[in-house]
């Protein structure tokens, strides 16, 4: 007789096998590794006392873990980057509760990356049973929604036809076309546009910054509390906290060196200014930055030009620089679109966002189709023998 599936519930990731869950399809992705997500419980970034409790849905056989779902029981909407506060206060004033709500996302990284992890001895159909599993729940404990953010498209596949709602927004996304060098890249600029972005990496170098790519095996205690203490200060700057704290960034460093990046902007040999990566198989991907003091451009070849160096060096084909940022267009990121799946309980909710979520998906379609003519290359990304930069 077969054996059956058996889903189950867990209140930490420590519970799990780290070996079994990393056997899992993660996509190469860091922030789904059991080391990242053990690193967020073990420091207290993740809890019930900040609003993320863990409640990871795993599917077994014998005692084989053959999917899973990273997920949480929300208290509130921070650290998702899908903005929901306006849902929650229309429930508010109805007189209905909106939270504890289901997430499914690493906390407080808006990347996109799989929501349904399967063994290489599941079968495709263990997706659609993750995501049965999960809406089973969310009935039985009378959740009032359950979320899946920053879908990657075979995740989006599995879920279609089911009982949710899509929602589209947009990040700006890096792409390696093949490029052997920085200069290789650069060259499929505009010349009005190469001459800006390489006039702003000339003004960082003339300004005496030079920079320094660290891993997590580079950093000790003391670089890590330089480090923490730009990104918080960039937090303080815009009147908020910093989602995490120096202890995870120890520990993750530690855990899963080759996945942090660091790159340190240094001024007569004293750090002045940092952006934090993490890398995955062939995605890097931007998270924090921070600075003390004011260099012209600083923050574009910090978090941009050096991310988009680094990924040529590296070979990697895709870079994330984090949400939001139109600023981001004219240095070479491109308007990409990002998913999330969204079960909504109550009908009369469900409707009126359904209706909602027509409407703004349209809005981003025709946002990315103005932004699209924008972007800073050729039409043809070969170049122009008409068309030259004047000398830098």
Known sequence: MAATLQARF???IDRLPAAQWNALALGGN?????EFLLA????GCVGAAAGWSPNHLVIERDGELLAAMPLYRKAHSW????????WARAYDQAGLRYYPKLVSMPPFTPATGPRLLLSPNASPEARVRLSQELLTYAKAERMSSAHLLFLTDEDRAALSGQAFLWRKDCQFHWYNRGYRTFDD????????????ALRERRRVREGGVTFRTLTGADMDAKLWNIVFGFSAATFESHGHEHYLNVEFFRTVSEVMPEAVVIKLAEYQGHPIATAIFFRGDQVLYGRYWGAAANFHSLHFETCYYQGIE?????????????????HKVPRGFEPTATWSAHWIADPRFRRAIDNYLNDERAAIDQYMLQVEQHVPFHRNRGGSEVDHAEPE
Do not use: M
């Open 40 to 43: 967020l419980e073990r420091t």
């Open 310 to 326: 680094y990924c040529i060096e590296q070979g990697l084909q895709h870079f994330e620089p984090g949400t939001q940022g139109e």
């Open 30 to 34: 860091p922030f789904v590794r059991h």
């Open 185 to 196: 890249f650069i060259a499929t600029f505009r010349a009005d546009k190469r001459k800006k």
């Open 79 to 86: 650290g998702e980057f899908v903005f929901d506060w306006s």
């Open 10 to 12: 867990v209140s930490s």
